[in-house]
């Protein structure tokens, strides 16, 4: 099952590594494992990808980022493969993704000598720039499929474990994924509080709001290590923020 309608679809510049990602999630349909097995994979993958970088073997740093980024789709495609939704798999996937960006600035930042201060500052922007990605494809994922059982515009209230997932875990995740993201959230809906009224979303502003997605920024990053650029992501992404308030401009006045 596809996450839009056809209607819906656009071209999603972060989601390049969809295709690899349905290969490699059919290629685990009928085995025993399962998609939240699938997502500490990809914290490994990432893991490695910041041991790379701070080895300086900055090639493979990028090809890992980019494999994470294959895995990081494989799992919600294997979790629709299977039929087994999980709010245990949302939400740890979440946690593995922010708490792997902060550690791969934190990674760019000792090479660099980076100020601590304009690093922790480029991570709040990176996660920012998600956001706001999240914030938009959320509410048209909502919209086009009448109602998705894990991804929320909104979170507020703890949701009840789905099937024979644990409950007490799900109560655990929910609250630390409050505490890593309740921030930005609420900065985009603060932002942009009409978004939830708003009739559609063009094409071409989804497209333009996909440079925003994760698989996108690790493309961008990954980019700039082979480079040999490490010095500039933290400055540059501290600067691409700037787009974000172009995209929202856009969403109130024309949209």
């Excluded at 500052?121 to 048209?140: D, E, H, P, R, S």
């Amino acid at each position: 099952m596809s996450k839009l309608s056809e209607k819906d679809k656009f071209l999603d510049l972060s989601d390049y590594g969809r295709p690899l990602a349905k290969v490699f999630a059919n290629s685990l349909k009928n085995t025993r494992f399962t998609a939240i097995h699938v997502t500490f994979l990809f914290g490994i993958v990432g893991l490695i990808a910041i041991y790379f970088i701070l080895n300086e073997s900055f090639i493979f740093a990028g090809i890992a980022l980019v494999l994470k980024s294959i895995i990081d789709a494989a799992d919600g495609e294997l979790a629709r493969l299977k039929n087994n939704p999980s709010y245990i798999g949302r939400y740890l996937d979440s946690i593995f993704d922010i708490l792997l960006n902060l550690l791969i600035f934190l990674a760019i930042s000792y090479k660099t000598d980076s100020n601590l201060i304009l690093t922790l500052l480029a991570f709040f922007c990176c996660q920012l720039q998600g956001t706001v990605y999240n914030f938009y494809y959320v509410i048209l994922r909502n919209r086009s499929l009448g109602g998705d059982k894990t991804s929320k515009i909104i979170e507020r209230k703890t949701p009840k474990a789905i099937g024979d997932e644990s409950q007490k875990i799900v109560n655990v995740l929910f609250v630390l994924y409050l505490v890593f993201y309740g921030v930005f959230d609420k900065i985009i809906q603060f932002l942009d509080q009409k978004a939830f009224s708003s009739s559609s979303f063009p094409k071409w502003f989804m497209t333009f709001v996909s440079i925003y997605g994760l698989g996108f920024q690790l493309l961008i990053i990954t980019l700039m290590l082979s480079l040999n650029l490490i010095d500039f992501i933290i400055p540059f992404f501290i600067c691409y923020t700037f787009f974000v308030f172009i995209l929202i401009g856009i969403r109130k006045s024309l949209l």
